[in-house]
């Protein structure tokens, strides 16, 4: 009988080891209402939500942290079990990640001050004017393929508050950002969004934002994951969440 109960004691305890050894971190940057730290420190936010809700359904646990886009980025290229909450799906990236399931979306507008004039009706013309975002973005890549270079025309920041900072004392004449967190970026920089207006619509931008995975992940546990977002979705919590958050529908998903 000990024997038995030993080798159950060993199974059970190497089940554990196993489970933690692919314990799962989901990585996101400060951006609210989607994904933020809380007054406690803690992640919070729509998307947070949403994957605790999927993580719960599935019967795994996840860790989640709140980094600069950079740093989390490079966490998903480096790390066997790291998951994005919301990362653009773009051809760039394809091959590069496990797409587990669409989380949101991202219009992407070229945006100034209303007082200032500058009103390119194309990204080309966009290209004599100095324009910034963030480093390590998409829209960063997307910039640097139209043209633009940090020796003429592109200033490239480590956090939208420095981003805003810029556009407001008149350094920069346009930013390339999504405007749904446009508002609260804004505020959060201490700032007026009401002095801000929509200069360009950058419609062949992606707009698709995805639950995405390293490469490494176990085909068994994206697979789980994603059966769990779907589920989400058809139940009606995933608009539950939106709602509660005050976010719009994905047009997809309507």
């Known amino acids: 009988m ?12 190497f089940l554990s080891t196993l489970f933690q050894a692919h314990a799962l971190t ?18 919070s936010g729509a998307l947070v939500e949403i994957t605790k809700a ?7 646990e996840g860790e989640f942290s709140i980094l600069p886009m950079a740093r989390a980025y490079k966490e998903l290229q480096e ?4 998951l994005m909450l919301s990362l653009l799906r773009t051809a760039e990236r394809e091959a590069h990640f496990t797409w ?3 989380t949101y979306f991202a219009d992407a507008y070229l945006v100034s001050l209303a007082s200032n004039p500058v009103n390119p009706e194309t990204l080309s013309a966009a ?17 640097q393929q139209a043209g633009f270079s940090e020796d003429d025309n592109l200033v490239l920041v480590g956090h939208y508050k420095q981003l805003w900072q810029l556009l407001y004392k008149q350094r920069i004449d346009l930013v390339l950002t999504n405007t749904l967190t446009l508002q609260n970026e804004i505020i959060r920089s201490g700032l007026n969004p009401e002095l801000i207006e929509k200069k360009l619509h950058l419609t062949n931008f992606p707009s698709q934002l995805w639950l995405c995975a390293s490469k490494q992940l176990k085909p068994e546990i994206a697979a789980k994951l994603s059966t769990a977002m779907a589920y989400i979705k058809t139940s009606g919590v995933y608009e539950q969440i939106l709602m509660r958050w005050q976010l719009p529908l994905p047009q997809s998903d309507k």
């Open 54 to 60: 999927a993580l719960k359904h599935a019967d795994l």
């Open 2 to 13: 000990s024997k038995v109960l030993c080798r159950f004691g060993f199974i059970s305890l």
């Open 100 to 102: 587990i399931s669409q």
């Open 127 to 143: 290209q004599r004017f100095r324009v910034s975002t963030i480093r390590g973005y998409s829209s960063a890549r997307f910039l």
């Open 79 to 82: 790390r066997p079990d790291a």
């Open 26 to 43: 989901f990585y996101a940057e400060d951006l609210p209402p989607y994904h933020f730290k809380n007054a406690q420190g803690n992640a």
